[in-house]
């Protein structure tokens, strides 16, 4: 990939690459990074272009304004890594793949819609792409969209009278891909809309797809109708993986970019890293870049530091309040308890998941959260933390509720 400096200004980033494929993926995948670190440099975000060699260049003024309108593609770009091949099932996602596998074969027949829900990093958005890319193959009209998409696309064609032009697009397609539809959440005219489009799909025997980091039931501001009929077809949930799901992740992954990982590397990397796929993720392109760009040796130590500075870097991005404000919503109960001497079982176990979770989590020293917490000395965050270290290894289902919160924290 170069980077043509000599077009590229504050306000624009082209990069040249040598085809379609991967400027797709980069324009997907990394729109939002290479904006993030160009921003550090120059304080002004730019927009991104990503050419294909050879084909005719855009204007300037071309790029800027047909960016500024945020005018959604016709055609869906799907990642097309996201395959059921490379999806590696374990009991945590089984009952996600099936559904997902038996909608692809059957397009509209069966469970429609399609609602898939979980936690951040944990295979959604890859099992919905993997439908959407099986349909490809047969040559059905996809269309791949977040609901963030839709809605940009919606408002676009609303101001521009273009609504049938829209209307067409949407209602008219063999399957409809819908990421974190959670989003919807308080956007009443893209919620009526988006109700019409569902009833004439559905109607058509088309086929819906859904994501959504939780429950239809749970997604507040939603309108009544349209949460019963998410509920219409199947509902499945995507879990935290279990040990030796991760270790086949990380095996599979590492097998496709090319990486060779000793048994005790990925051993290390399954039990270090336990709320979300994605961070599994990060950490070998981390190891594959320090491998192929500078050269080093693929070793335990290489992998440790790695994971070191990925574990500060996200540490960087957690306060206190963040834990609090998570843990309580997540566990209904006030924030001003947790801080409170109130002593009542449900308030004693989310105060004492917010101190374990403050001390993984965040830069904080135990002094420091038990100022925080308005507890007497540190000694009582300590025998927290020890408490429910003890929990962990014996209490299966606060091992679980704890690492949910912890990619609903970290992924947030
Ligand atoms: P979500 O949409 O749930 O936030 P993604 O689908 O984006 O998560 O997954 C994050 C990353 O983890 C993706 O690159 C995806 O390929 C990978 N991933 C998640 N679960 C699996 C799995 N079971 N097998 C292979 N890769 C997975
Ligand atoms: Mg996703």
Known sequence: MT????????????FEVPNKIIANFIKTKFTSTIQDIVFNITHEKPKVQINVIGEKRKSKKEILSEQNSSIIPENTILNQSY???SFVVGSSNQMAYNASLAVSNKLGIQYNPLFIYGGTGLGKTHLLQSIGNEAIKKDKSVIYVTIEQFMNDFTFSLKNKNMDHFRNKY?????????????????????????HTFNELHTANKQVVLTSDKLPSQIAGLEERLKSRFEWGLTTDIQIPALETKIAIIEKKSELNGIELSKEIIHFIAT?????????????????????????????????????EQIADKKDNIKLPNIIEIVSSELNIKPSDLKSSKRSANIVNARRIVIYLAR??????????????????HSSVSKNISKANELIEKDENFRLNLENLKNKITTK
């Open 83 to 85: 395959t059921f091949e």
């Open 3 to 14: 980077y043509k400096k000599a077009t590229s200004s504050d306000e624009l980033v082209i």
């Open 272 to 308: 270090s890293l336990d709320s979300s796929v994605r961070e599994i993720e990060g950490l070998l392109i981390k190891i594959n870049a320090s491998a192929d760009l500078l050269g080093q040796q693929i070793n335990i130590e290489l992998v440790k530091n790695l994971l070191k």
């Open 360 to 377: 993984e989590l965040t830069h904080n020293s135990m002094p420091d959260i038990a100022k925080f917490l308005g507890m007497k000395d």
């Open 171 to 195: 209602r008219k397609c063999d399957l409809l891909l819908i990421d974190d539809i959670q989003f919807l959440s308080g956007k009443e005219e893209t919620q009526k809309e988006f109700f």
